[in-house]
T-cell receptor, first 117, second 110 residues
């Protein structure tokens, strides 16, 4: 158990709908990262927040957005869902902004499996 | 730029050894290794730093070759529990997220 929690575990919805995925980081961690994992694309970095502020953006679609709240939990909002959005969405957290070598150890949550029908 | 992992897949019998490589076209300062079991979260194994020592996690070790801009993961005397997909990740930008390779699937049988 990494200490990172994600809800819900599974989500089934229809095309065109909007969903919200939730993540609580490990106690004391200020950075939250969102990753998307699909069969053909592997683990893709979406976005990172540090202490409430957006820190870096990866391959995040305009239909997707995220935020980090004062209590440090984060939500990933996915809208106008398409079949291709079906994937495992992972949240990870780390304690520092930058450890040695430019990145800190990230601990992954169990993921939310999104199925778009 | 996404790091390149090789091989894509490895099949071993218990007790055999394997090497997984992770290469980057840009200068590397750190390489992070994770293992993921099917349907589970990636689990951190170790970080290799430029100029740093070879690292070890149980019987798994890794090294960093600055000249080749490559890290290698060495799985010695493999166990059934080693089965899974191994990912290497490199910092996306200094101090931020990781860009992962496509993974190497390791299958260990008895």
């Amino acid at each position: 158990d990494s200490g990172v929690t994600q809800t819900p575990k599974h989500l089934i919805t229809a095309t065109g709908q909007r969903v919200t995925l939730r993540c609580s980081p490990r106690s004391g961690d200020l950075s939250v990262y969102w990753y998307q994992q699909s069969l053909d694309q592997g683990l893709q970095f979406l976005i990172q927040y540090y202490n409430g502020e957006e820190r870096a953006k990866g391959n995040i679609l305009e239909r997707f957005s995220a935020q980090q709240f004062p209590d440090l939990h984060s939500e990933l909002n996915l809208s106008s869902l398409e079949l291709g959005d079906s994937a495992l969405y992972f949240c990870a957290s780390s304690s520092e902004l930058a450890g040695p070598g430019g990145a800190d150890t990230q601990y992954f949550g169990p993921g939310t499996r999104l199925t778009v029908l | 730029q996404q790091p390149v992992q090789s091989p894509q897949a490895v099949i071993l019998r218990e007790g055999e050894d394997a090497v997984i490589n992770c290469s980057s076209s840009k200068a590397l300062y750190s390489v992070h290794w994770y293992r993921q079991k099917h349907g589970e979260a990636p689990v951190f194994l170790m970080i290799l730093l430029k100029g740093g020592e070879q690292m070890r996690h149980e019987k798994i070790s890794a090294s960093f070759n600055e000249k080749k801009q490559q890290s290698s993961l060495y799985l010695t005397a493999s166990q059934l529990s080693y089965s899974g997909t191994y990912f290497c990740g490199i910092p996306y930008q200094a101090g931020t997220a990781l860009i992962f390779g496509k993974g190497t699937t390791l299958s260990v049988s008895s």
